[in-house]
């Protein structure tokens, strides 16, 4: 979900591990924890797409089968979006 909102960062993260450049590789992990923490406080992917409409990716409804967030969630996950930004 994370390679959703940040795909960039991700790749930079992958291409340094793999690379075997550890430390950077860590860096941009350490970078990435409060998405981490801000992306799982709900285990439904209703989270993801609030997240990408919250990053203005996407807009529009959810689908029937997905629950609306709840606005305290959404305060917590802006929050963790405001804090990696």
Known sequence: ????????LMVKMSDHFCEGVLEEALDFHYALSPLYQGLFIDPHLILVKKT??????AEGP????????????????QEALDTHA
């Open 1 to 8: 979900m994370i390679a959703n909102v940040e795909p960039g």
């Open 52 to 57: 990408v409409s919250l990053c203005g990716m």
């Open 62 to 77: 959810v689908s029937d089968d997905l629950h609306v967030m709840d606005g305290g969630k959404t305060s917590m996950l």
